[in-house]
């Protein structure tokens, strides 16, 4: 059974940054695609960012210049590079294999004061 982890969410002030990780196992489990989304209270989950199997990535708009996707295939690993957050990036955010996703992470909760 595919599982993914995330990590690394916590609370921070604006202009901060958070780097979040998530794990897939089992370890023979591979993506073609990766992505992480989230969802801020009474809002719908959104795309962040997606990562392709070739190192292709893909921002959201809001985000783009500020956050920074990558992936480590060795230890089955995306990372989220989060910089100049701002109280909008308030969310939970879910890691989540192939596009379109399949597999989803329990999300980190990330929170942002101004």
């Known amino acids: 059974q595919v599982q993914l982890v995330e990590s690394g969410g916590g609370s921070v002030q604006a202009g901060g940054s958070l780097r979040l990780s998530c794990t897939a196992s089992?370890?023979?489990?591979?993506?073609?695609?990766w992505g992480w989304f989230r969802q801020a209270p009474g809002k719908e989950r959104e795309e962040v960012a997606v990562?392709?199997?070739?190192?292709?990535?893909r921002y959201a708009h809001s985000v783009k210049g500020r956050f920074t996707i990558s992936k480590d295939n060795a230890k089955n690993m995306v990372y989220l590079q989060m910089n100049s957050l701002s109280p909008d990036d308030t969310a939970m955010y879910y890691c989540?294999?192939?596009?379109?996703?399949?597999?989803w992470g329990q999300g980190t909760k990330v929170t942002v004061s101004s």
């Open positions: 990562i392709a199997s070739d190192g292709a990535t």
């Open positions: 089992p370890s023979t489990f591979r993506s073609f695609c």
């Open positions: 989540a294999a192939d596009c379109p996703p399949n597999y």
